[in-house]
C-alpha cells in the first residue's frame, strides 16, 4: 500500500500561510492541522466565559482573549487558539510578530466527544512547557462538568473537577470565583453530538 508523504513545514512557512488564510490552523513540529467549527453549545459556554470573566477583569492588570488569539508555546514549537486565553501583565509576542502570545497565564479550553482526549491529553502535555502559564480550565460542551488544572510552586499540576451546577470554581490567578452553571446559562446539551 502506498501512503502520501507528511509534509513538513517551517514556523515561517506556517506564519505566512496563516496570515493569508480564511480558516485557523494549528501546528506543531512542521505539521499544520485545520480547526473545525465548533457547536451551539461550545460557542454559548464561551460567550458566558468571556461575558462573566471580561466583566471582572474591566480596569484590571489582565485581559481575557477569545479564540482569534494565536498562542505560541516556544518549547515545544505548538501554535494554536484556544478558546479563551488571560494573559496578565504586559502582553508578550513572537518577535515583531504581533499576532503571536508567547506569555497566557490560564487557558481555557471548551471539551467535545471529539477533541476531550487530545485537549486534556497532548494538548496539555504541550501547554505544561509556557512558562508562565498558572491554570488550564476544561469545560465540557456535552455535560455539566469543569475541570482545572492549576501549577503548585514546585511545578505539579493540581487537580480539581466540578460537577454540580452550584459548585464554585476559583481562577486562583486572577482571583475570580464563578458558580459552574454560569457557564452553562441558556445552554442544552446537544445529546447527538458524536
Known amino acids: 500500500m502506498n501512503t502520501l508523504p507528511v509534509l513538513k513545514y517551517t514556523e515561517e512557512e506556517y506564519l ?12 506543531y ?18 460567550r458566558n ?14 485581559q481575557i482573549f477569545p479564540s482569534d488569539l494565536k498562542i505560541h508555546s516556544v518549547g515545544n514549537s505548538l501554535y494554536t487558539y484556544p478558546d479563551l486565553s488571560i ?18 497565564s490560564v487557558l481555557i479550553e471548551v471539551l467535545s466527544k471529539s477533541t476531550q ?25 456535552f455535560q455539566t462538568q ?26 486562583t490567578s486572577i482571583d475570580f470565583e464563578i458558580l459552574v452553571k454560569d457557564f452553562y446559562r441558556n445552554v442544552i446539551f446537544d445529546t447527538t453530538e458524536e
Open 16 to 27: 505566512e500561510m496563516e496570515e493569508k488564510s480564511l480558516e485557523k490552523h494549528e501546528f
Open 29 to 46: 513540529k512542521g505539521e499544520i492541522f485545520a480547526m473545525a467549527g465548533a457547536s451551539i453549545p461550545h460557542n454559548q459556554i464561551v
Open 49 to 62: 466565559a468571556l461575558i462573566s470573566i471580561g466583566n471582572y477583569l474591566n480596569e484590571k492588570k489582565c
Open 87 to 104: 494573559i496578565c501583565g504586559k502582553i508578550e509576542t513572537l518577535g515583531k510578530n504581533k499576532s503571536v502570545v508567547t506569555n497566557p
Open 117 to 141: 482526549d487530545y485537549d486534556r491529553g497532548g494538548k496539555f502535555k504541550l501547554y505544561r512547557d509556557i512558562p508562565s502559564l498558572k491554570e488550564y480550565i476544561l469545560i465540557s460542551s
Open 146 to 171: 469543569v475541570e482545572k488544572y492549576e501549577r503548585q510552586q514546585d511545578g505539579k499540576w493540581l487537580f480539581q473537577e466540578y460537577k454540580s451546577e452550584n459548585e464554585l470554581l476559583k481562577i
